[in-house]
T-cell receptor, first 113, second 112 residues
């Protein structure tokens, strides 16, 4: 089983619908992140959380919200999806501060029609 | 304004030759740089990193060079293998903000 699991892996939805992407991890890491990948733009940070009571906005948080339900779970919500939120979304985890690596899930591909 | 730029969206090299992937950055607060590799339908995986106080780090076939005065780093893969074909992302770590900022990626194709 993957250490960082994302569900669903693929989702097609319509404009205006509410969507939730879920992430769970078994690594025991304290920090969790949501990124989106768009061609040519790399990975851009949406939200991040250093522990259950700490939530921070990333560079592109508009239109998104998150919930850290437990240390191991971090979900991303699109309250009213729009077509330009069509992208590949990645959850990642990290232990502590400093330059250590992020561990990524396999991604959730979201298409908003 | 992109703080980390990978100006070559793609690179094609012959098996056995050297692959050089480049990355430029603007944020002087980056204290650590990382390279990630991504295969289709998978998440990015960590490849190699370098601290801002060093100018070179080597791990097997992979070497990362950092030129702080030019705000430039490069990843060398020698010799290149077909299994190295993937998208490569460089990232800068801002320890003050505790986040990684990624470049746009370079797609490497190694031809047999």
């Amino acid at each position: 089983d993957a250490d960082v699991t994302q569900t669903p892996r693929n989702r097609i939805t319509k404009t205006g619908k509410r969507i939730m992407l879920e992430c769970s991890q078994t690594k025991g890491h304290d920090r969790m992140y949501w990124y989106r990948q768009d061609p040519g733009l790399g990975l851009r940070l949406i939200y991040y959380s250093f522990d259950v009571k700490d939530i921070n906005k990333g560079e592109i948080s508009d239109g998104y919200s998150v919930s850290r339900q437990a240390q191991a779970k971090f979900s991303l919500s699109l309250e009213s999806a729009i077509p330009n939120q069509t992208a590949l979304y990645f959850c990642a985890t990290k232990q502590g501060a400093g330059g250590g690596e992020l561990f990524f899930g396999e991604g959730s591909r979201l298409t908003v029609l | 304004d992109q703080q980390v730029k990978q100006n070559s969206p793609s690179l094609s090299v012959q098996e056995g030759r050297i692959s050089i992937l480049n990355c430029d950055y603007t944020n002087s607060m980056f204290d650590y740089f990382l390279w990630y590799k991504k295969y289709p339908a998978e998440g990015p995986t960590f490849l190699i990193s370098i601290s801002s106080i060093k100018d070179k780090n080597e791990d097997g076939r992979f070497t990362v060079f950092l030129n702080k005065s030019a705000k430039h780093l490069s990843l060398h893969i020698v010799p290149s293998q077909p299994g190295d074909s993937a998208v490569y992302f460089c990232a800068g770590n801002n320890n003050a903000g505790n986040m990684l900022t990624f470049g746009g990626g370079t797609r490497l194709m190694v031809k047999p």
